[in-house]
T-cell receptor
Framework: GAVVSQHPSRVICKSGTSVKIECRSL??????MFWYRQFPKKSLMLMAT?????????EQGVEKDKFLINHASLTLSTLTVTSAHPEDSSFYIC?????????????FGPGTRLLVL | AQKITQTQPGMFVQEKEAVTLDCTYD???????LFWYKQPSSGEMIFLIY??????QNATEGRYSLNFQKARKSANLVISASQLGDSAMYFC??????????????FGTGTRLQVFP
């Protein structure tokens, strides 16, 4: 199947700093990628849809000024957590579907564990 | 109302036995897709199986099969011949609408499966 990578896999930062997480589609071009967050022992919650060349679409309740999304190329979307606070500590995971494949499957990156001290 | 409901927070199964993980969904859209993902403790989301709303036959992928009962709006995952490595969280997810229109997934709360020797 299609491969999606994320970097970094883990990050620890101080409160008030910003953290950038990258999501890459390695062997296909993705005009759309998705960002989810997952709290411990909870389900995945969609944060936003990242659209190549245009603004991201945020889900209700997600602060767009806090979670900045940039999808500058067909293989890269970035999520920047600005002025991070301890409550932003979570597992962030991205996904994308290979439009060149007939299958409907969305593939997920390995995730990024963010810990804000 | 919940779009995806997984009523079993945890399940136990003995190695080599079969197990069924329940999933019910709620949508009024005639076109939708149903997915099952496995999430081991490492956090990665591993795609297992997909069922389209117009698919006539139940999906199967190796030891995984999807018991799709459209009238009941259920999409239970059946794992045959359980292995110790099957111990993980399992998430049911739905794409509400045709794939040319959306790739957004809505996830259930998950079922933690533990396989014992």
């Amino acid at each position: 199947g299609a491969v999606v990578s994320q970097h970094p896999s883990r990050v620890i930062c101080k409160s008030g700093t910003s953290v950038k997480i990258e999501c890459r589609s390695l062997d296909f071009q993705a005009t759309t990628m998705f960002w989810y967050r997952q709290f411990p022992k909870k389900s995945l919650m969609l944060m936003a849809t990242s659209n190549e060349g245009s603004k991201a679409t945020y889900e209700q309740g997600v602060e767009k000024d806090k979670f900045l999304i940039n999808h500058a190329s067909l293989t890269l979307s970035t999520l920047t957590v600005t002025s991070a606070h301890p409550e932003d500590s979570s597992f962030y995971i991205c996904s994308a579907r290979d439009p060149g494949l007939a299958e409907e499957t969305q593939y997920f990156g390995p995730g990024t564990r963010l810990l804000v001290l | 109302a919940q779009k995806i409901t997984q009523t079993q927070p945890g399940m136990f199964v003995q190695e080599k036995e079969a197990v069924t993980l329940d999933c019910t969904y709620d949508t009024s859209d005639p076109s939708y897709g149903l997915f099952w993902y496995k999430q081991p403790s490492s956090g990665e989301m591993i795609f297992l199986i997909y069922q389209g709303s117009y698919d006539q036959q139940n999906a199967t992928e190796g030891r995984y099969s999807l018991n799709f009962q459209k009238a009941r709006k259920s999409a239970n995952l059946v794992i045959s011949a359980s292995q110790l490595g099957d111990s993980a969280m399992y998430f049911c997810a739905m794409r509400e609408g045709p794939s040319y229109n959306t790739d957004k997934l809505i996830f259930g709360t998950g079922t933690r499966l533990q396989v014992f020797p």
